[in-house]
């Protein structure tokens, strides 16, 4: 593929940019930006023809955007046990 930056490594810059604003404690920054890096990674399979991996991806990204809602609401329960 003659792209000039690959799609695997936007997702990979997008990660790591994802735990930078997590390790800061910007959760709301940093579920969206995993949101964007979860988009091109379904993107890469299915230009890969991943279908099972997509799948998977849509269904992690799901779970996040329904974390992500529940802690925008305040109903997330913060345990470390």
Do not use: C
Not at 2 to 15: A, D, V
Not at 16 to 43: E, H, P, R
């Amino acid at each position: 593929m003659g792209e000039i930056i690959p799609i695997g490594i936007i997702g990979g810059i997008l990660l790591i940019i994802g735990a930078y604003f997590t390790y800061k404690g910007n959760i709301y920054k940093s579920m969206l930006v995993y949101l964007l890096a979860d988009v091109i990674w379904v993107l890469l399979s299915f230009l890969h023809q991943d279908y099972l991996g997509a799948v998977l991806i849509i269904i992690g990204a799901s779970l996040g955007v329904l974390a992500f809602i529940k802690m925008h609401n305040g109903t997330f329960r913060k345990t470390l046990i």
